[in-house]
């Protein structure tokens, strides 16, 4: 995120408990809010796999302008089963995109909505953070939130809200920003990663990196993935000697490193490979290898029960010593820690016992 103001908090060390309030409005974009329940139910699941004996600390409601609950009317849309009991300034206000035709009924819209402008000032008063999304930045904008600021706005309304709120900067670029209790974003289709910014800044950064590789693309792992499964470890420019080079690379992560073999993959001489990797990557091939091999071990991490010789041979290295020297060295943290704080299943003792219920129930 680039805040235009420095945040009033640092993001917290690890797992600071967060009640989560939905606003639900006639105009609201729903998708914003379903986009918004998707993260939070993916970063609880990430939690509920990681510290299965933990009390959750993550929460959250959908409420109406007046504040209360509402009746969920499908089952994904219920609240959490167990409430978060924290503190007003522990507790994050969403305000959803408004469907607007244009500048004009969106002021409408603030208009109409006196009670909720009221439920936002209330919030915001007792110490209160809120997530607005695209054209709902407007309560925060009408309440004068973002005084001071300089933000992004939605194109579409930017220049009626120019003249609309005089206080605030709203020319920046940045597609998100923070301005003291306030996140905000330009555009709906940002929800995702905007949420687990807002989270990873709230609630716990190491959860919201972990759900943001399971929600968001990845297009290293999605390369990677056919190669492992295959190997039982579970535009193009195809002219370029560069992209022959890193091609070859990405195929044979797990072979040892011969700058030969690698030139001879992009069709030139050793040195000229050295000079053009560098000019378009910034960095040697085998700089490049070692982030692939690294990138793969993270994976493996994550999402199996392998250990260190193993995913180190997965990776291309005899010497798991060595490739934990590699590993601490670019991740900087060691391969236990990063298991320990990214891993997206259940620790073996209870995949063993679901593995163990799963067999009695089909016995049954």
Request: hydrophobic share 45%.
């Amino acid at each position: 995120m680039h805040p235009s103001t420095p945040p009033v908090i640092e993001p917290p060390s690890q797992n600071i408990p967060l009640h989560v309030r939905l606003l639900w409005l006639p105009e609201a974009m729903p998708g914003s809010l379903f986009t918004t329940l998707d993260v939070l139910r993916t970063v609880a699941g990430v939690a509920s796999l990681q510290r299965p004996d933990a009390a959750p600390t993550l929460s959250w409601q959908l409420c109406g302008a007046n504040g209360r609950t509402l009746a969920p009317v499908l089952p994904g849309l219920a609240p959490s089963t167990r409430r978060t009991r924290v503190a007003d300034s522990r507790t994050l206000l969403v305000i959803p995109a408004l469907l607007a035709s244009n500048a004009l009924q969106l002021g409408e819209i603030v208009q109409r909505h006196a009670t909720a402008l009221r439920l936002v000032e209330r919030h915001a008063q007792a110490g209160g953070w809120i997530a607005a999304c695209s054209s709902g930045m407007v309560f925060a904008l009408q309440l004068g939130l973002l005084d001071g600021a300089r933000v992004g706005a939605p194109w579409m309304f930017q220049s009626w809200m120019m003249r609309q709120y005089p206080h605030c900067d709203l020319g920046s670029d940045n597609a998100m920003s923070v301005h003291r209790q306030v996140f905000s974003c330009v555009a709906p289709a940002l929800q995702v990663e905007f949420m687990l910014r807002v989270l990873g800044h709230l609630h716990d950064p190491d959860l919201a990196q972990a759900a943001s590789r399971l929600m968001l693309f990845q297009p290293e792992r999605q390369r990677s993935v056919p190669a492992l499964v295959s190997q039982r470890w579970l535009s193009r420019t195809a002219d370029s000697p560069v992209y022959r080079a890193i091609q070859w690379l990405q195929d044979h992560v797990s072979e040892p490193y011969r700058l030969a073999a690698v030139a001879q993959a992009a069709a030139v001489s050793e040195r000229t490979l050295l000079r053009h990797f560098g000019q378009v990557t910034g960095m040697t091939p085998l700089d490049y290898l070692h982030t692939l091999r690294v990138e793969r071990a993270r994976m493996l991490l994550e999402v199996t029960l392998h250990g260190t010789q193993a995913i180190a041979e997965a990776c291309g290295y005899s010497d798991a010593a060595a490739f934990r020297r590699l590993f601490q060295r670019t991740a900087g943290m060691s391969m236990s820690d990063y298991r320990a704080r990214f891993a997206l299943r259940a620790r073996r003792r209870y995949w063993r016992m679901e593995d163990a219920a799963a067999q009695r129930g089909a016995r049954g």
